[in-house]
């Protein structure tokens, strides 16, 4: 039995987004830019997925820009933002646990602008300090950058407070989401944060990879990221991608219409999980009374993390130690961030389950993982 509770590095296609990505694939494969009958066809099926993404986000079907990726929305939205925000001051806060896409962007950018960056801290709990944000706010600042559920930890985040605290104390500034873990797993609350930019990624809640989604809100600054034919509004030029445009749709319109007895199953699993673990004598990482339901980090100190894996991945149950994009670096700047015991940090390793996930798996994992430990405790 092949169990995979990696689901936050990636998830499984649904069948029937395959079923609708097939056709356009099959049949309906006209390019979008072009002006005969295909074509035409091609740019409605393109415009009727964005409608429908507009819909379920509540926002204008215009404000929405199809990408290859949300590691390309989240590049693209802070390099916009620090040319057209330069001007008006000189600096970025950032939170200290986003992802490499918001880190590394952040980091090019400050070269490129002069631009000074302030790094915004985490509890023992990877929250984020409002009070701390408070204080690294001022009219310096032009974009502050934020995630609303951290990709390792499962944790939610305050972007209400954060948000009315950089429209008091940093007017000129720019409000960035990576909303990339939570969609499918946690409300995408767009109204209430009131971002200027919100990224989404399409196999993160079982849509095609290679789909992403860039929110920019009315009247919010945007310089064109790739120039040429004028694609996207004359946004982001290249052929369009009709396929993945259509499945991420249909991914997200089934996301939030089993949302409930999702979160419901996924949170059953998880405390399961969890009461499982401290019973070995593990530790739990994630908050659990403010964390995505389908996501656990845990730790059996003593034990290395990376040999878990290992140890799991040779019965066919695949977890990861942390973040898929920075799983080759070493350790993890999630868990640095939070200060944890070198021990705790060492041996975490990172559970994350899908609507797909059965009991009889997590049957299956929690008694080979007993296993597991008990041996490498000998």
Not at 80 to 86: E, G, I, L, N
Not at 96 to 102: C, D, T
Not at 342 to 361: C, K, N, V
Request: overall charge positive; charged content about 25%.
């Amino acid at each position: 039995m092949r169990i995979y509770l990696d689901n936050n590095a990636t998830t499984q296609l649904d069948k029937e987004v395959f079923e609708v990505m097939a056709r356009c694939y099959l049949e309906d494969y006209g390019n979008a830019s072009s002006i005969h009958s295909m074509g035409v066809r091609a740019s409605k099926m393109l415009e009727d997925a964005r409608r429908t993404l507009g819909h379920l986000l509540k926002v204008p079907a215009d404000r929405l820009f199809f990408t290859s990726s949300a590691t390309e929305s989240l590049n693209w939205a802070i390099r916009s933002a620090a040319r057209t925000q330069a001007h008006l001051g000189d600096t970025i806060v950032v939170g200290e646990i986003e992802h490499s896409a918001v880190l590394s962007t952040v980091k090019d950018v400050s070269k490129l602008h002069k631009l000074k960056i302030r790094t915004l801290p985490v509890n023992k709990r990877s929250e984020y300090l409002m009070d701390e944000l408070e204080k690294l706010l001022d009219e310096s600042v032009i974009v502050v950058a934020l995630m609303s559920a951290n990709n390792e930890t499962g944790t939610l985040q305050d972007l209400k407070t954060a948000a009315g605290l950089i429209k008091e104390k940093a007017p000129s500034a720019l409000f960035l989401v990576d909303a990339v873990q939570s969609f499918g797993k946690a409300p995408v609350r767009i109204a209430e944060w009131d971002p200027d930019f919100l990224a989404l990624s399409a196999h993160k809640f079982h849509g095609p990879k290679g789909v992403g989604l860039l929110y920019v809100k009315e009247g919010t600054p945007l310089v064109p990221l790739i120039t040429g034919g004028g694609q996207e509004g004359g946004m982001r030029s290249g052929t369009q991608n009709v396929p993945g445009a259509v499945g991420m749709a249909k991914a997200a319109e089934k996301a939030l219409k089993i949302f409930e007895a999702t979160v419901t199953k996924m949170r059953a699993q998880q405390r399961r999980i969890a009461d499982a673990v401290k019973a070995l004598g593990g530790v739990v990482i994630t908050p659990l009374d403010n964390a995505l339901p389908n996501t656990l980090q845990i730790s059996f100190p003593g034990i290395a993390g990376q040999h878990l894996v290992n140890a799991l991945s040779s019965e066919e149950i695949y977890v990861s130690t942390h973040s898929a994009c920075g799983s080759k670096k070493r350790g993890s700047h999630v868990l640095k961030a939070m200060k944890l015991d070198p021990l705790i940090e060492r041996g975490a390793i990172r559970i994350s389950t899908s609507r797909y996930t059965t009991d009889e798996e997590i049957d299956r994992f929690l008694e080979v993982l007993e296993r597991v430990v008990s041996i490498f405790r000998l």
